[in-house]
């Protein structure tokens, strides 16, 4: 069954900000009854799938996948350091963390690492920033 043009204006503000409620007092729905409208409606099995058929063409065309969020971690974490932010620094290098799968971080995220994008540099700065986590 197709969304209707309420549920369809609800997946598009959703994609504003990923706040169920908001997006469901702009696609005009109660103010009093959106935060459960929201919950709902995300729920929705039609709404869902939209939804992450939306988010998923957002981040191709932006060209986002897991080697770009971790080279971005990655020099995050080199920016943090060299600036002494090192609270930044370590909320960069768990990032990291979690996707090259150390034993040594509790969350783990299971799935295969193509790391072959990466450039001999970026290589060799993620490899400094994994035997420092050791």
Do not use: C
């Amino acid at each position: 069954m197709p969304l209707t043009v309420k549920q369809q204006a609800f997946v598009a503000e959703y994609l504003v900000d990923l706040n169920a409620t908001q997006a469901a007092m702009r696609a005009g729905y109660s103010r009093r009854t959106a935060a459960e409208q929201g919950a709902r409606l995300t729920k929705h099995p039609q709404v869902a799938a939209a939804i992450a058929k939306a988010l998923e063409q957002r981040a191709d065309k932006a060209a986002i996948d897991a080697n770009w969020v971790l080279k971005k971690a990655v020099e995050l974490h080199e920016a943090a350091l060299a600036d002494k932010s090192f609270a930044a620094a370590k909320g960069a290098l768990e990032l990291v963390g979690k996707h090259v799968d150390i034993q040594a971080f509790r969350e783990r995220v299971a799935h295969g690492f193509d790391l072959s994008g990466l450039t001999p540099e970026e290589l060799a700065t993620l490899e400094r920033i994994l035997s420092r986590a050791a």
